[in-house]
């Protein structure tokens, strides 16, 4: 067996069986004060892979960020083996706002990657975090919640065209997986486009810490850390059914035609059959509902929290299981555990 490698990073060098908090400068306000992320750097004794947990790209999706604590600061990692690098908030100008988007021109952090040290501010800032903390890595996980107003059940976005990004979503072992290579700009496109592999988790709605997600997601890094031999301990986890959303014919976001007030029937992660109405559209009268009914049977990945809905806002996200996937989550939400 090899030796394990001395992690270093510009500034600083992370010895085996050395760990390291560290405030890394990606920036300055406007009054020429540093903007710096928190970093936590683990090197095992073993060697091993290396790889990065990431939050909080957008500044506002937070429970990413209490899933990259808990493992840096609460999981025993004496017998890693390899190099962990927990980034919790990478998008601190918006996670001080409490916003989506970087303040400085509502720049998407999370389409700035790979980044370059002479571009705009939001491209600046992703290089300094891409070529320290992303690029020397063989695989990362970067977390998600839904767009403000919306929530959803934890699935893994990936490119399932890339064979390394497909291994890393099955080891993460969610129900859900939704196959996409994800727009330029992304973490995990820029980065399995760099050989690194990489996918995102979504999780829960923004602006909370969901401790029912929080700990799913945990359970998903135990099992990625299992499948790359990070931690022997652990093992790589079925989740009792899964499906693969490729086609586009398989997924849509229902649409609302008129504005109003949403009532939703359905929570996150239902089962909903063809024909069933999925939410009602009331005006202020409460008089000419609405009923949106479900197009075809299927998850509903997605679902509107905030209530209100101008014409074309999305209600919710649907997306069609194939009929032996669709038994066994029938029967897995059925009370009594059996198809009645
Ligand atoms: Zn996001």
């Known amino acids: 067996m090899t030796d394990a490698d001395v992690f270093t990073y510009n500034g600083g060098r992370v010895d085996p069986g050395e760990r390291q908090n560290i405030r890394f400068v990606v920036s300055e306000t406007y009054l020429g004060d540093p903007v710096r992320i928190p970093v936590t750097i683990i090197n095992g004794e073993r060697p091993g892979p290396t790889a990065f947990l990431s939050a909080a790209a957008h500044g506002d999706e937070l429970n990413g960020i209490e899933v990259v604590r808990e493992v840096a600061h609460e999981w025993d990692l004496s017998d890693l083996a390899g190099t962990l690098i927990c980034l919790p908030v990478l998008n601190v100008p918006g996670f001080l706002a409490q916003q989506r988007y970087l303040p400085v021109y509502d720049r998407d952090l999370n389409r700035s990657f790979p980044g370059s040290a002479d571009s705009t501010s939001a491209k600046r800032m992703a290089a300094r975090i891409y070529t320290n903390f992303i690029d020397p890595c063989d695989f990362g996980l970067d977390f998600h919640t839904s767009t403000r107003g919306r929530t959803n059940m934890i699935h893994a976005r990936a490119d399932m065209g890339?064979?390394?990004?497909?291994?890393?979503?099955?080891?993460?072992?969610?129900?859900?997986?939704?196959?996409?290579?994800?727009?330029?700009?992304?973490?995990r496109t820029e980065a399995v486009t760099d050989g690194i592999a990489a996918i995102t988790v979504e999780m829960g709605e923004a602006h909370r810490f969901q401790r029912a997600l929080i700990d799913e997601a945990l359970s998903g890094v135990r099992s990625t850390f299992a499948e790359y031999g990070m931690l022997e301990a652990e093992q790589v986890r079925w989740p009792g059914w899964r499906t693969v959303i490729t086609d586009?014919?398989?997924?849509?976001?229902?649409?609302?035609?008129?504005?109003?007030?949403?009532?939703?029937?359905?929570?996150?992660?239902?089962?909903?059959?063809?024909?069933?109405?999925?939410?009602?559209?009331?005006?202020?009268?409460?008089?000419?509902?609405?009923?949106?009914?479900a197009p075809f049977t299927g998850l509903l990945v997605g679902v509107l929290e905030n209530p209100v809905v101008y014409p074309g806002n999305p209600l919710c996200h649907l997306v069609e299981l194939d009929e032996r996937t669709r038994r066994v989550v029938e029967l897995d939400q059925s009370p009594s555990g059996t198809i009645g």
């Open 248 to 293: 586009e014919r398989e997924k849509t976001w229902l649409r609302a035609d008129g504005g109003g007030m949403v009532d939703m029937h359905f929570e996150r992660g239902s089962l909903v059959h063809e024909g069933d109405t999925v939410c009602t559209i009331t005006n202020p009268f409460k008089n000419d509902n609405v009923a949106i009914e």
């Open 162 to 187: 890339d064979p390394d990004a497909a291994r890393l979503a099955r080891a993460y072992g969610t129900n859900v997986i939704i196959d996409s290579e994800g727009s330029s700009g992304m973490l």
